[in-house]
């Protein structure tokens, strides 16, 4: 399984050291950042569970900037569902919208995304995969150069003949601390056991493990996977690019039209 963590897998460090032949000497290097012209990111999901579906749309900010979500307001966003309008989505909060009324998704079902924002549409599209449930979760540890690490294993069983993409979102104190994907090429049609490999180390007993199991489509598997890649989870980091967003004209982002099924598992 390739895995994605945003936050444990990121660190580098630059050292610059200049020796002179007799005597050292510290030299301040000033780096020029350009500027770049913002982007439109849109984070949109459609799940199977009846609730209200939720899109986000922010910009890219420069570099020097805060970290913050930097939220896009007054954008015009229609959900199709087989070609036929199905909700016009309500801001609800600067950057964030909402569905009007809670419904559920369905899988096999082809949704469209449109979202118009200053003058520019971006569209997406996604296919609703069938549903596959998490059946548990449970412990596995493994011995890594005399030290013991422990991580939950996600256990399901593969659909045969069908090519399958999943999502695993693990969660711990209501902190997303894992997003991982994996697929079916190596075990169609099995009962699997995928680790997750976030360790539970500075976990207490008591403390509870959120696991939720996505099946998402193609495009959006993919797009997962090539920001694991570039944060070097599965092996070196590649070089930094965008995931490949499945939004037209430019904007960056994913569209994931899913299903969903949850574990908790509890720490003894």
């Given at each position: 399984?390739?895995?994605?963590?945003?936050?444990?897998?990121?660190r580098?460090?630059?050292v610059?050291?200049?020796?002179?032949?007799?005597?050292?000497?510290?030299?301040?290097?000033?780096?020029?950042?350009?500027?770049?012209?913002?982007?439109?990111?849109?984070?949109?999901g459609?799940?199977?569970?009846?609730?209200?579906?939720?899109?986000?749309?922010?910009k890219?900010?420069?570099?020097t900037?805060?970290?913050?979500?930097?939220?896009?307001?007054?954008?015009?966003?229609?959900?199709?569902?087989?070609?036929?309008?199905?909700?016009?989505?309500?801001?609800?909060?600067?950057g964030?919208?909402?569905?009007?009324?809670?419904?559920?998704g369905?899988?096999?079902?082809?949704?469209?995304?449109?979202?118009?924002?200053?003058?520019?549409?971006?569209?997406?599209?996604?296919?609703?995969?069938?549903?596959?449930?998490?059946d548990?979760?449970?412990?596995?540890?493994?011995?890594?150069?005399?030290?013991?690490k422990?991580?939950?294993?996600?256990?399901?069983?593969?659909?045969?003949?069908?090519?399958?993409?999943?999502?695993?979102?693990?969660?711990?104190?209501?902190?997303?601390?894992?997003?991982a994907?994996?697929?079916d090429?190596?075990?169609?049609?099995?009962?699997?056991?995928?680790?997750?490999?976030?360790?539970?180390?500075?976990?207490?007993?008591?403390d509870?493990?959120?696991?939720?199991?996505?099946?998402?489509?193609?495009?959006?598997?993919?797009?997962?996977?090539?920001?694991?890649?570039?944060?070097?989870?599965?092996?070196?980091?590649?070089?930094?690019?965008?995931?490949?967003?499945?939004?037209?004209?430019?904007?960056?982002g994913?569209?994931?039209?899913?299903?969903?099924?949850?574990?908790?598992?509890?720490?003894?």
């Amino acid at each position: 399984m390739k895995s994605m963590n945003l936050k444990k897998y990121t660190r580098y460090v630059f050292v610059v050291i200049a020796v002179g032949t007799f005597s050292a000497c510290k030299k301040v290097i000033d780096l020029k950042l350009d500027e770049a012209v913002p982007v439109i990111v849109i984070d949109g999901g459609i799940s199977d569970l009846n609730e209200n579906q939720v899109v986000k749309v922010s910009k890219t900010y420069n570099f020097t900037e805060p970290n913050k979500f930097n939220g896009v307001s007054k954008a015009n966003i229609v959900l199709k569902a087989d070609a036929k309008v199905l909700a016009v989505f309500v801001e609800t909060d600067p950057g964030i919208y909402k569905s009007p009324t809670k419904f559920k998704g369905k899988p096999g079902v082809r949704y469209d995304l449109s979202v118009t924002s200053e003058g520019k549409t971006y569209e997406a599209s996604s296919i609703m995969p069938a549903r596959v449930i998490l059946d548990a979760l449970t412990f596995k540890t493994f011995n890594f150069f005399g030290g013991n690490k422990s991580y939950i294993v996600a256990n399901f069983s593969d659909p045969a003949g069908i090519a399958n993409q999943y999502r695993y979102i693990l969660k711990t104190k209501g902190v997303v601390e894992e997003d991982a994907v994996s697929e079916d090429r190596f075990n169609d049609g099995n009962k699997v056991e995928n680790v997750i490999f976030y360790e539970l180390d500075d976990l207490v007993k008591g403390d509870s493990v959120h696991v939720e199991f996505q099946c998402v489509d193609r495009n959006v598997y993919r797009y997962f996977y090539s920001i694991g890649q570039n944060s070097g989870q599965g092996g070196p980091p590649v070089s930094p690019a965008n995931p490949p967003s499945n939004f037209s004209n430019g904007a960056l982002g994913v569209f994931n039209a899913h299903t969903s099924s949850s574990r908790t598992a509890v720490i003894k």
